[in-house]
């Protein structure tokens, strides 16, 4: 259980869980695609986010698992709107063509490399940085859809589970030290549904609250850099 942590300008703090952030919000009509949505925070954001009425696509790697959790959401809320859809992760060959396209693209960004744990951070800046330049394009085009990025914090679930010793450690003191995991779905939550952030975008967000991210993701340049070289790989000719 996350020990510590203040209240910030929404009223929520680190030790908010996902449904307290999104008490009394009714979000019938609002469709959520959510990935990693067979474990972790990302269930229990399905799971939250469909007892508001949200319809709910989970996009999952493994469809018996992302089956049974849909199971236990209905019997929770059995009027639930929930799909299951396999996350298609592509072949090799288009693993090889990025790995290929990548060094020659000029990006200051280390995406290719092969420490765990640094990868996992370079590819949270690379979020972030998307999720910026999406803001602007559409805010250049007058669109009103609104796009932000978040932090969940630092919490106790299955992500080091191929590393023994760190997931032994990390297991025995992150009752006391890290989030668990409706504290850390509630982030996600409080950014998809609550009033306060409607209208705002282009925003980092943290324990459910504004935060400041890196001087690295708000480069401007460098986001419009990812952008480009992001659209090269998924034009389809």
């Known amino acids: ?110 995406l290719l490399i092969y420490n765990t744990m640094y990868a996992y951070g370079q590819s949270k800046l690379a979020n972030v940085l998307h999720a910026n330049e999406l803001a602007r394009r559409l805010k250049e085009e007058g669109v009103e859809i609104t796009a932000n990025s978040l932090h969940p914090g630092a919490i106790a679930t299955n992500l080091l589970r191929h590393y023994s010793f760190i997931n032994g450690l990390w297991n025995l003191v992150g009752k006391y030290l890290l989030k668990n995991v409706p504290q850390g779905a509630a982030t996600t939550c409080y950014v998809a549904l609550h009033p306060q952030v409607k209208g705002v975008s282009g925003e980092y967000f943290s324990d459910s609250n504004i935060a400041k991210s890196s001087p690295l993701s708000k480069d401007v340049e460098l986001a419009k850099k990812l952008w480009d070289f992001s659209m090269t790989l998924t034009d389809p000719k």
């Open 1 to 110: 259980m996350w020990i510590c942590g203040r209240k910030g300008p929404s009223g929520f703090s680190a030790c908010s869980t996902a449904e307290q952030v999104t008490q009394g919000i009714d979000a019938t009509g609002l469709t959520a695609i959510v990935t990693g949505a067979s474990s972790g925070i990302g269930k229990e954001t399905a799971r939250v986010l469909a007892l508001h009425g949200v319809h709910v696509v989970m996009a999952v790697r493994n469809i018996d698992s992302g089956s049974k959790v849909k199971e236990a959401i209905l019997e929770e809320k059995p009027e639930a709107k929930i799909d299951v859809m396999e996350l298609d992760l592509g072949s090799m060959e288009s693993v090889r063509k990025f790995a290929s396209e990548y060094k020659s693209s000029g990006l200051p960004l280390n």
